[in-house]
């Protein structure tokens, strides 16, 4: 378990649902991952990611899910790809990544409280 951190540590992260409106393959990655384009409604737009999910996820599969990601970090360089924002997931039994999902249909750009 991490350290302890306060209410307002939290809030400090910012979480929000968004819809995977494109993904391919990236294989120039070091790692087999996913280049992906999440919209995350009107008030941030899309953005960028790139994703190990290659395990239990197909490009074409991926397409119109949502997703949970951290839309508050800066960029970062992925090789030649800039990924915006940091989807989330929980590792299976074998490490390999299952994206953590909204259990229903909600509207994009809310928030993780």
């Given amino acids: ?3 302890e951190i306060t209410f307002d540590d939290f809030l400090k992260v ?3 649902v968004g819809r995977i409106v494109r993904a391919e393959p990236y294989p120039e990655a070091r790692k087999p991952a996913y ?3 999440i919209d995350f409604g009107p008030e941030i737009g899309e953005k960028r990611s790139s994703a190990q999910i290659t395990v239990h996820y197909a490009p074409e599969a991926l397409v119109g899910q949502q997703v ?3 839309v508050n970090f800066p ?7 800039d990924s915006e924002v940091l ?8 490490g390999a990544v299952v994206l ?13 409280h």
């Fill in 1 to 3: 378990m991490s350290d």
């Fill in 14 to 16: 910012d979480v929000r």
């Fill in 35 to 37: 280049k992906l384009w």
């Fill in 68 to 70: 949970m990601a951290v």
């Fill in 75 to 81: 960029p970062r360089r992925i090789g030649k790809f």
């Fill in 87 to 94: 989807v989330l997931g929980v590792p299976d039994a074998d």
């Fill in 100 to 112: 953590v999902q909204p259990g229903l249909d909600v509207p994009l750009g809310g928030r993780l």
